[in-house]
């Protein structure tokens, strides 16, 4: 059903595919080029942190910090407990993602509207999915 809602309304969606053994699935679905037609992603759910900020920094551009902060949010962690992490103020964090420069304003440029932390959050998790299994066909 998610495909064919995607496929008619051509909005994005995101699943997550829960198994009885193994670990959970991510279904990334996306409008393709074509009229009608979707690009499935499906990918295991979970990868570390470093992996992630990678795909996003190159995905989207985002200095390192960004990068970072953006894969811990996608981690389901909140700005307090990233704060701690990196070692800054819960302020830094909320700079990082809501300043002038800051992430949200770099994925409206992308064309990605991300307007609160779980929005950014399930991007995050679209992008894990489908940079996972971009890397394991190279």
Not at 59 to 87: K, Y
Not at 99 to 119: I, N
Request: aromatic fraction near 4%; glycine fraction near 8%; charge should be positive.
């Amino acid at each position: 059903m998610a495909i064919a809602a995607v496929a008619r309304s051509r909005a994005p969606q995101t699943v997550f595919l829960r198994r009885l053994r193994g670990e959970p699935l991510l279904m990334a679905i996306a409008p393709g080029e074509l009229e009608r037609t979707v690009i499935l992603v499906v990918a295991r759910f979970g990868d570390d942190v470093e992996s992630v900020a990678a795909s996003l920094r190159t995905a989207f551009g985002l200095p390192d910090a960004q990068a970072h902060v953006a894969a811990l949010i996608g981690a389901g962690l909140s700005p307090e407990v990233i704060g701690e992490i990196r070692g800054s103020s819960p302020r830094t964090v909320y700079n990082q993602i809501n300043g002038k420069d800051g992430m949200k304003a770099r994925l409206r440029q992308k064309d990605f509207a991300a307007d609160d932390l779980s929005a950014i959050s399930k991007l995050v998790g679209k992008i894990a999915a489908m940079s996972r299994a971009i890397t394991r066909k190279s």
